[in-house]
């Protein structure tokens, strides 16, 4: 099997971009990418394009081709995806398949996403589903995680609001953040509940944004030397069915996570920094024992101990996350691991992690009988 | 007179999707799902064909009583017309080796408990998506506090 490599990501600002299109995000995002890559739009053999509301906000569909002309790339084939939250990561996951397969030698990936309008409602799962019909949304399945998380492993309300005050204090770094104003776990609290015991600030903002990655065979990735970073695993897995899902041993998270240790060959404590799917503070919490960074239940322990801030020996979602970066949906995927590679790159500036050598992106996206539709996770090294 | 036409009688409006509970003899609910005579598999809401082993499900009371697994209340804008604020529940039933979404008694919403025993009632809660008013079924309280 040929090697992957990224040789170039950008990533949009994240926020309301009310003068912007889809398209435009998203060539915004490609052609940094390509520009970060020094490759030109002919050279690319082939692009994924992942994108989850446009279809239900504006009626547009098949966007891919139309960001992908954008930027020069014609007749090469252009798939579109939507995969939930791991819309973009999916995408990126299967670029790297079309690398390893000897399929292509320049691979790009976009996620583009544009939510801030006044229609998009509370996020759920559509009008054919019992539990969405039944009030079943994004924060509710989290909020429910939160409480029994709570009753099981003893939880507290304070070290769910420090995964906030942690991601701010990163966000602060990060001027494509969109929230980047520091905070204490007492205002955390204090805001509004949006789902016992979730309050606002522990809930993802929607936002516009895009991502872009050019994903190379190794002889394309020669040209782009010491910068190149090594795609040591891609793992895209789907949940389960199950009689009486436990929502505080995430299954599937973890076996996940696993699977993707296992292929590239590291354990957690490889691991020097990781961007995982913080949409709620309790995701954050779970994601930490999923990938091994603590022990089952001591999440909320863990983050309250500051292993995870600035600074700490695990730092998680230097980005800010998606509760600070924000998470225009088919963009995150593609973001976060866009995150990773600057770290590897040492080019993360004020929020770098000091001599990062392996990074993890873990993504998950959907809501299907108490588990998630799909999970994805990257192990990136230099 | 069809049967969704009796389920109308029954519950004040159209249920919000047929097949998820009906009325005994004496008039208390109960939820229906679908079980596997191959693996023993149950599920709800009914689903034709068995997720474990895809064999032809047979339809099976589910009964209407359980304990709650984990709960919350949503306080913002709620879909489908739900009142604000409302409050939800994984349940473990009784009669069936299950672990359901289901909406809790509004009327006392954010006044549940983890291991609390909770027994279904049936009501019109909310609309379909249209505004047309909908039967809804939900838990409550077995014992008073
Ligand atoms: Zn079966």
């Not at chain 1, 020669?222 to 090594?230: E, I, K, L, S, T």
């Not at chain 1, 998606?322 to 998470?327: E, P, Q």
């Not at chain 2, 249920?15 to 998820?20: C, E, Q």
């Not at chain 2, 082993?53 to 697994?69: A, D, F, P, Q, T």
Request: net charge negative; with cysteine; glycine share 12%.
């Amino acid at each position: 099997m040929a090697a992957a490599y990224i040789i170039g990501a950008s990533t949009t600002a994240f926020g309301p971009q009310p003068e912007k299109s889809i398209v435009s995000l998203g060539r915004d995002a490609a052609l940094a990418a390509l520009s970060d890559a020094g490759v030109d739009s002919a050279s690319v053999n082939m692009g994924f394009f992942a994108n989850v509301f446009g279809p239900l906000l504006f009626g547009d569909t098949t966007i891919g081709q139309d960001v992908f002309g954008a930027i020069g790339v014609q007749r090469a084939p252009i798939i579109n995806i939507e995969n939930a939250c791991t819309s973009g990561s999916s995408a990126f996951h299967l670029a790297v398949q079309a690398i390893e397969a000897d399929a292509a030698d320049i691979v790009v990936v976009v996620g583009a996403e544009k939510m801030c309008v006044p229609t998009l409602g509370l996020v759920g799962g559509g009008q054919s589903d019992y539990a969405s019909r039944n009030g079943m949304a994004a924060p509710v399945g989290f909020a429910m995680r939160a409480a029994r998380h709570m009753h099981e492993f003893g939880t507290t309300l304070q070290q769910f609001a420090a995964v906030t005050v942690k991601s701010r204090a990163f966000a602060a770094k990060n001027p494509l953040a969109q929230f980047r104003k520091p905070t204490n776990v007492e205002e955390v609290l204090a805001g509004p509940m949006i789902a016992d015991p979730l309050t606002r600030a522990q809930c993802c903002p929607i936002a516009d944004g895009a991502s872009a990655i050019v994903v190379a065979s190794e002889k394309a990735a020669r040209a782009n030397g010491a910068r190149a970073v090594r795609v040591n695993a891609s793992v895209l897995t789907s949940g389960e069915s199950v009689s009486a899902p436990d929502i505080v041993r995430w299954g599937t998270d973890i076996r996940t996570c696993a699977l993707a240790y296992e292929k590239a060959g590291v354990g957690p404590d490889d691991v020097d920094v990781a961007e995982c799917h913080d949409a709620f503070s309790i995701s954050e919490i779970l994601h930490y024992e999923a990938l091994g960074f603590c022990a089952a239940g001591e999440g909320g322990r863990f983050v309250e101990s500051g292993a995870s801030a600035p600074g700490g020996r695990k730092p998680v979602n230097p980005s800010g996350g998606l509760l600070s970066r924000g998470h225009p949906v088919a963009a995150t995927g593609v973001a976060q691991i866009s995150e990773i590679v600057l770290h590897l790159r040492g080019e993360a500036g004020a929020r770098q992690t000091p001599d990062a050598k392996v990074g993890v992106a873990q993504c998950m996206g959907g809501d299907k009988d108490g588990d998630t539709k799909s999970c994805t996770v990257v192990v990136l090294s230099r | 007179m069809t049967a969704a036409r009796v389920l109308d009688h029954v519950f004040g409006a159209p249920p919000i999707a047929g097949g998820l509970f009906d009325v005994d003899a004496s008039g208390a609910p109960f939820l229906m799902g679908g079980h596997c005579d191959q693996c023993d598999r149950y599920v709800f809401p009914y689903s034709e064909s068995c997720p474990a082993c895809l064999s032809g499900m047979k339809h099976v009371r589910l009964g209407g009583e359980g304990v709650i697994y984990s709960h919350t209340t949503v306080r913002t804008k709620p879909p489908y017309g739900l009142p604000q604020p409302y409050s939800v529940a994984f349940i473990d039933l009784n009669d069936a080796p299950l672990r359901i979404f289901a909406l809790l008694d509004h009327s006392m919403a954010g006044g549940f408990r983890i291991g609390d025993r909770v027994k279904l009632k049936v009501g019109v809660i909310g609309h379909d998506g249209e505004g047309d008013p909908r039967a809804r079924g939900y838990f409550t309280l077995k014992d008073s506090r």
